[in-house]
């Protein structure tokens, strides 16, 4: 199934005239998932097409102020629009708290519900057809990156022998194609008469890593990501400062995609002191090859 | 002495793809004073080169969402590029907590000191050459109109005068224009040694009225503006949605103008839903002739 990416905003810090903050929307079976949520997102995800009536998770890195400012208004434009589907919101430890904050400013009225987690290592949602997890990183204050996972397929799906058998396309199918018998006109079928299991597909992988300095702690629970999206807050002349912000490098991001094996490197979360995203691209395709450095709104079909 | 405005935004509810949500930046004697902050207005700042840096001043109409959610960002920005200047936020009751709240919000540092002050009508903010002052709206909760005055010059300075009289140019002229003695090179002179109070100049008179039912409880404090600048939320075809939700439709606001003998009157707080200018500056003129409806980032020199 296509997963589509969307960057949202690629600055870090403070937007510019040309970069809102970094923001990553990716789409998948007709929903959106938000990764992060900086002042401004509500507006490209209206220039770019992002529905936000039809976001189904926001999944916040941290609290600093240039990854969640945009989450009162978005709530608010929501609200206003009448959002009745509840909205679920995955965070570090804290994030209840800060959402209640949110939802306490400007006379919000919020009339549908926000459901909040805390997570950690490890699952934090899982649908039919992904999961998304969450894996700590090294940021000075509590911080995930997340992992969406498509679930491998086990088998293709034979809709010549479906028809063939008389099962009606539909959610019949679907709940073939997910391993359970179905009852159609009066007869039971099993999923082996119509998948065919030698042929099964790996289920697509999208990391994304937003502030950090760089480091194998978390190289286990982004391997081999389809694309791996990593924040990239200063160029390598500038590593003392990132290492006192607690960030990386360009050339450090493309290490660790190297290290990973990621098929694909998106950079974003670029310092506003850079001007040109050819200079942080030709340092990090010193370490690998397959590095884009977007501008905001660029869409990447995975 | 010049005043600038800069429509940093122009909708009401949400920001679009064309328009962010109204705000409208005031440039006086080198400083910024802001008249509203919602979601977006650094980025509009930025683009306009409105400096946060040199805001002097933020007038907050009322607390509704799509009128304040930029103010968190604003200040981190702020925060986060070393001002150490104290900023001056003025609102209607409830800003103290308001504000509270606002730096309360992701993991924020500020070095600066927020100077917060609630009003209602009279002056809020006085400086040499200006006032500030609040006037009550209708908006169904507490909102605040503002009228920015120059002050009066009550004679023009002769630069001639004061030069063969010794008084060298800087501080001590400024005093001599604003009525007080001075010492130079050991002499004492008086004002009107300088000044000639035949020549004098009524200071500029611009008035900012955000949210409100049209209502000529307002109509004495903006009185022979300069510039009026009135939020025009829907066209009088949706006069009924108007009055359910406490706006001002074009024509009610170009009535104002006319009412209260404005000079020029610039309409902004669009309704999304409308989607040409014309349409709404075509309503209002019926009413009063010098009105504009502009596009963001429009600057006006009175």
Chains 1, 2 share one sequence.
């Not at 905003?9 to 992060?36: I, K, M, Y």
Request: hydrophobic share 40%; net charge positive.
């Amino acid at each position: 199934m296509a997963i589509r990416l969307v960057v949202l905003g690629t600055s870090c810090s403070n937007p510019t005239v040309e970069r809102n903050l970094t923001a990553v929307a990716l789409q998948f079976d007709g929903n959106w998932f938000l990764f992060d949520c900086p002042e401004g997102t509500q507006r490209q995800m209206m220039k770019s097409g992002v529905s936000y009536m039809r976001v189904h998770s926001i999944f916040l890195s941290h609290f600093h102020a240039d990854h969640v400012l945009g989450l009162p208004g978005l709530v608010a434009t929501m609200a206003m629009h009448g959002r009745d589907a509840p909205l679920n919101v995955f965070g570090p430890k804290g994030v209840k708290e800060e959402i209640k904050k949110v939802l306490g400013l400007a006379l919000m009225k919020c009339n549908f519900e926000v459901r909040v987690k805390e997570c950690g290592r490890g699952k934090a949602l899982e649908g039919e057809k992904f999961t998304v997890s969450g894996v700590p990183l090294k940021h000075g204050v509590p911080c995930i990156g997340w992992v969406f996972k498509e679930k491998d397929k086990e088998g293709t799906f034979q809709r010549e022998k479906a028809l063939k058998l008389g099962i009606p396309e539909g959610p019949l199918w679907s709940r073939l194609q997910h391993g359970k018998e179905v009852t159609a006109n009066g007869k039971a079928f099993k999923p082996e008469q119509v998948m065919d299991y030698s042929k099964g597909r790996e289920g697509k992988k999208i990391s994304i890593v937003l502030d950090t300095l760089p480091s194998d702690s978390y190289f286990d629970a982004i391997e081999k990501s389809d694309v791996l999206v990593h924040e990239a807050a200063f160029l390598d002349k500038h590593i003392s400062r990132a290492k006192e912000t607690k960030h990386s490098t360009a050339k450090q991001a493309a290490w660790v995609a190297a290290q990973t094996k990621a098929k694909k490197l998106i950079l974003v979360h670029i310092s506003p002191r850079y001007k040109k995203n050819s200079e942080v691209e030709n340092e990090a395709r010193q370490e690998f090859g397959e590095v884009s450095v977007p501008e905001d709104l660029a869409v990447f079909d995975v």
